[in-house]
Structure formats: C-alpha cells, structure tokens
C-alpha cells in the first residue's frame, strides 16, 4: 500500500515513476503520500497502469468522465471515449454508466486504456434497485457488495459519498435553495436516507468501507453530494455540513493508510472560488482536493467546457489540485466522442493555465516564444496542447505572399518586421565598430 510504505520510509516503484513524471526527488513524493497530501491512485489488482501523483506541488491533473446513460448504452462509443480521453491528455477517466451493461463496460475501459480508472459504485447498486423496482430499496450489502465487484475488476479509485448525512439533509431543509441536489449519488443517498429515516450507510459504516479499501490499496474519492447545483446556492449551510463531515472522514481514513480525495464544488461564482479551496485544505488538512469546473455561470449552455475551464483555472491556482472536465453536452445530453475531446482540451488548458502560476510549469510557453520567433511552425505544432487544431487553421487559409509567416498579418507581420530591421541595424552597428578599429 503506498500510504502504508510512505510511513515506513520505503519508496515503491510507483513513487519513484511520479518522481520522474514530476521532474521532484522521490522523497519529495514519499512524504507527500505519507502525510496524505498525495495520493497514487492504483489498485493492487491492476496490471501495466501509468501511474499519477496528484496533489501538493505536482502539476494539475486532469480527469474525463465517460459512461453510459439508460437511453444511451454503447459499448465500443464508451471505450472510444476512454481512449480519445486519455489521447489528448486525460490523467485519469472515470466511468459513471448508469445503463445496461455497467459490467461489462468497466471491463472494457479497464483493459483498453492504461490510465488510472475511477467508477461510481453506489451508481451500480442503485440502478439494479430500480430494475428490481425502487430505487430506494437498496440494502448496505447491496453498496458495499458494489463497491467490492468494482474494486475486484482492479478499478483504482471510487467516488464514496459518504458526507451525504442525515445531519446534511438537515441543513439543506434550512438552506432554502433554488436546486435541492444535483450530485446524482448525492440524490441517491438523501432520497434513501429520507425514504428509510435511517443513517447512509457509507458514513454509518465507514470503517467497513476502510477495510475494503485496504485490501486492494483503493483510493476513496470523499463525493460531494450536496455541492450547490447553481450560483444562488454557493456556498451555503448544507454544502459546509459535508465539508465538516468529509474533514473527519479524511483523518479516519488515513489513520488506516487509506488514501483519499476530497471532492468540491460545483457552481461557483468567480469570487467563491478561492475562499472555497483554502477552505478546504484547512478542515480536510492539504488532502488533494478535486473540483467539477467549478462553473462559474448558469447561462452557458453549449460552452460549459469554457465556463468550467475558466473556474478550473482559478481553483487550481488557488490549490486544487485534479479538475474533472466538463463538455459541451453538460446539462444537455450524453456527450459525444467528440465532445469528450473538446472537454478535456479545455480542461488541460486551464490545468497549465493555473501551473504556470503556481510556477510548476513554464519551460514549454518559453520554447514556444521562441519558435515562434524563428517561425519554425512544426515546433509551433509540436508544443501545441492540441497540435491538430493549429495545423488545421493553418492549412485553412495559408500564407500566399511569405510562406514563412501567417495569413492574418501577412508581408506586415510584426514580429518578422522588426527581426529584419534589428538585424539591418546590428550589421550597421558591427561595420561602423569594425571601421573604427582599423
């Protein structure tokens, strides 16, 4: 277990491949995971798996969800989403099927992508429920017997949400929001929790849920099911009451040598968004924090992978530390193999937006400067997030007076316009200074 070896002093193969990814010293790693501040998300069961590190003082991870939906279910449309994912820079893909087949997708994606996987287990439970006919009759077997099927399969991280409690569904009563839950384990939990007037069983049960953990190195992803579902609930009472809970949830957890993260809000406004993560890291004590956007406005429907890349930034700046993608489908319907590619584009720039911030990244912008300086576009492309958008632009309305430059400035390019021009001047001023010394 990586936690478990961290505290023991001892770095394991996977500390010392993120080490290497990370451009830090191992030790830097192995303290990190050993006071719970990092986490390297993989199941003991999981074959050929390209570790992540994420959290404190690494780059900032990227994560794309995929999965069907009861009125779509397509297997080999889920795996391709997996793979295009991961090929234009997801670190890690989770999987939320909520249709036919939860199984045998899950499988697929675990075995054709090579990123670390996460699942929704209680997703699983429910839907079953509801085929056998209401989704509130699901038992504590039913959740942690789908818990444990995934983790058997060798998924390396699930989203537990835990903070749901009957303490939370008290505050949301008094919160008077516009929208009660839109987490859909969130619903899940407080519609059992009302329904059966009885304690959610992943919090009630929690040291179970630890010892599962344990037995395949699983990290739990503490959910934030009361996250507020538009800006006019922000930060409110009932969101507060699970941060409290998942704070005390965290230190049970890693008095077990489990590794977890803590998720976070949701919609946000623009100016919600630092307070909310330096808030998190103080109760949840620097554990790595994942965030969904945050959206920072309600009105964006189509774009809400630019909405969500714009509140990315500003959390990962301010501290987050994994920024789950949104599509241009959020809100709307299931999203496309291509819209997964323009979520996850979106996201990875915020992702480096907030990096060259935090002075982790920076190397790349330069060499970029300076390809462009030279007008060497190949090196342009190569540098690109996404060198296929460039080169499609390129191509669309090439140069036809200067192949060298671009077709929006053309012959007055400004930086090919003063290159010359220093030039011309600085063999000026070398003849007169080789005049001068004859």
């Not at 099927?149 to 989203?159: C, I, K, S, W």
């Not at 009660?180 to 849920?209: C, K, M, Q, T």
């Not at 060259?356 to 060499?367: P, S, V």
């Amino acid at each position: 277990m990586q936690m478990a070896e961290a505290r023991r002093g001892t770095t394991t193969l996977e500390m010392e491949a993120v080490a290497k990814a990370e451009g830090r010293p191992v030790e830097f790693i192995m303290r990190g995971v050993a006071a719970g501040r990092l986490i390297i998300p993989r199941n003991l069961r999981r074959k050929n798996v390209s570790v992540k590190g994420i959290g404190e003082g690494l780059r900032t991870k990227v994560n794309a969800n995929v999965g069907s939906s009861p009125d779509y279910v397509n297997l080999n449309e889920e795996v391709e989403k997996a793979k295009v994912a991961v090929k234009y820079g997801a670190d890690t893909v989770m999987d939320l099927s909520i249709g036919d087949g939860i199984d045998e997708i899950r499988r697929h994606i675990l075995q054709a992508i090579d990123a670390p996987v996460g699942t929704v287990p209680i997703y699983q439970a429910w839907t079953e429920a509801a085929s056998r006919g209401d989704v509130v009759d699901v038992s504590s077997d039913d959740i942690f017997n789908a818990i444990r099927r995934h983790a058997e399969d060798g998924v390396d991280f699930v989203t537990v949400h835990c903070g749901v409690t009957r303490a939370a569904i008290e505050a949301l009563r008094r919160s008077g929001r516009l929208i009660d839950v839109v987490s859909r384990g969130g619903s899940f939990l407080a519609a059992w929790i009302i329904h059966n007037e009885r304690e959610n069983p992943l919090y009630e049960e929690f040291d179970y849920l630890l010892e599962l953990a344990r037995e395949f190195d699983l990290t739990l992803s503490l959910g934030d099911g009361m996250r507020p579902g538009c800006l006019a609930d922000a930060s409110d009472v009932a969101q507060f009451q699970e941060l409290l809970t998942l704070g005390e949830l965290v230190e049970r957890a890693w008095a077990r040598d489990v590794q977890v993260i803590v998720e976070g809000p949701g919609h946000l406004p623009l100016d919600h968004i630092e307070a909310n993560v330096r808030l998190e890291k103080v109760i949840c004590k620097r554990a790595p924090f994942y965030v969904l956007g945050p959206v920072v406005t309600d009105i964006a429907p189509g774009y809400d992978h630019w909405v969500g890349a714009i509140g990315g930034a500003l959390a990962a700046w301010a501290g987050a530390d994994f920024l789950c993608y949104l599509t241009p489908a959020e809100h709307l319907c299931l999203p496309s193999v291509e819209d997964v590619k323009e979520g996850v584009i979106a996201a990875k720039i915020a992702a480096h937006v907030a990096d060259l911030a935090k002075g982790i990244e920076g190397k790349r912008d330069d060499e970029m400067a300076r390809a462009r300086r030279k007008f060497d576009w190949t090196k342009q492309f190569e540098l690109a997030i996404n060198p296929e958008k460039p080169q499609e632009l390129r191509r669309r309305r090439p140069p036809s007076i200067d192949p060298n430059v671009c077709s929006m400035c053309s012959k007055f390019c400004a930086i090919k316009m003063v290159n010359t021009y220093l030039k011309e001047k600085t063999r000026d001023i070398r003849k007169e200074t080789r005049g001068s010394q004859k």
